[in-house]
């Protein structure tokens, strides 16, 4: 009987990822991925976000997961998407390691973890740039904790995916997890 049951929920969550998937190649799906493993938690005393020397990097783990992540893109019919990321080096590097196409640097997904006063605002820019995006083809946006929990109320792990759908009134939904470790 375990075994059955258990057999049943894998499948069940087999047809929710693959559902999941599909979401992002269809119109008004986007993905939010928070970054791959760096080791710590937040930037060192005297962080410059143009100076990748004074941030918390990905580690050698983290590339790779950046790369396994972009794997599970191909896996899923999506080679090419839109990609978006904070400036945060550590973002650069996993929107780049996922090889799905050009990286634009956007600002509105930096993280605002060490100046806790900016994410109000932050998030309130955030919403209207994301209402006003293409979103007809894959899009992907690599960001940080602090950022998917303010557009999503999900906490994700280090390389997880979040896919959110655009409502047609606006507002953003959670329409699943995609976990990547």
Same mark, same amino acid.
Not at 15 to 37: K, M, T, V
Not at 66 to 87: D, T
Not at 142 to 154: F, G
């Given at each position: 009987?375990?075994?059955?049951?258990?057999?049943? &929920?894998?499948?069940?969550? %087999?047809?929710? @990822?693959?559902?999941?998937?599909?979401?992002?190649?269809?119109?008004?799906?986007?993905?939010? $991925?928070?970054?791959?493993?760096?080791? %710590?938690?937040?930037? =060192?005393?005297?962080?410059?976000?143009?100076?990748?020397?004074?941030?918390?990097?990905?580690?050698?783990?983290? /590339?790779? @997961?950046?790369?396994?992540?972009?794997?599970?893109?191909?896996?899923?019919? $999506?080679?090419?998407?839109?990609?978006?990321?904070?400036?945060?080096?550590?973002?650069?590097?996993?929107?780049?390691?996922?090889?799905?196409?050009?990286?634009?640097?956007?600002?509105?997904?930096?993280?605002? !973890?060490?100046?806790?006063?900016?994410?109000? @605002?932050?998030?309130?820019?955030? /919403?209207?740039? *994301?209402?006003?995006?293409? &979103?007809? %083809?894959?899009?992907?946006?690599?960001?940080?904790?602090?950022?998917?929990?303010?557009?999503?109320?999900?906490?994700? %792990?280090?390389?997880? *995916?979040?896919?959110? /759908?655009? @409502? =047609?009134?606006?507002?953003? !939904?959670?329409?699943?997890?995609? =976990?990547?470790?």
């Amino acid at each position: 009987m375990v075994t059955s049951l258990a057999g049943l &929920l894998l499948a069940s969550d %087999g047809r929710a @990822q693959s559902g999941l998937w599909a979401g992002l190649r269809a119109p008004d799906h986007f993905a939010l $991925i928070r970054h791959a493993l760096a080791p %710590g938690t937040f930037d =060192p005393p005297g962080f410059r976000v143009d100076d990748c020397t004074t941030q918390r990097n990905l580690s050698a783990e983290g /590339r790779a @997961q950046a790369g396994r992540v972009g794997e599970l893109f191909r896996a899923n019919g $999506i080679a090419a998407a839109r990609l978006y990321s904070s400036q945060w080096c550590r973002c650069l590097e996993t929107a780049t390691l996922l090889k799905l196409g050009d990286v634009s640097p956007q600002p509105l997904l930096n993280s605002f !973890a060490q100046n806790r006063d900016r994410a109000v @605002q932050q998030t309130a820019a955030l /919403r209207p740039w *994301i209402a006003g995006l293409e &979103l007809s %083809g894959p899009t992907v946006m690599v960001t940080h904790q602090v950022v998917i929990t303010a557009l999503s109320e999900v906490f994700p %792990g280090s390389g997880e *995916i979040v896919v959110m /759908r655009r @409502q =047609p009134d606006g507002r953003l !939904a959670v329409a699943g997890r995609l =976990p990547t470790i």
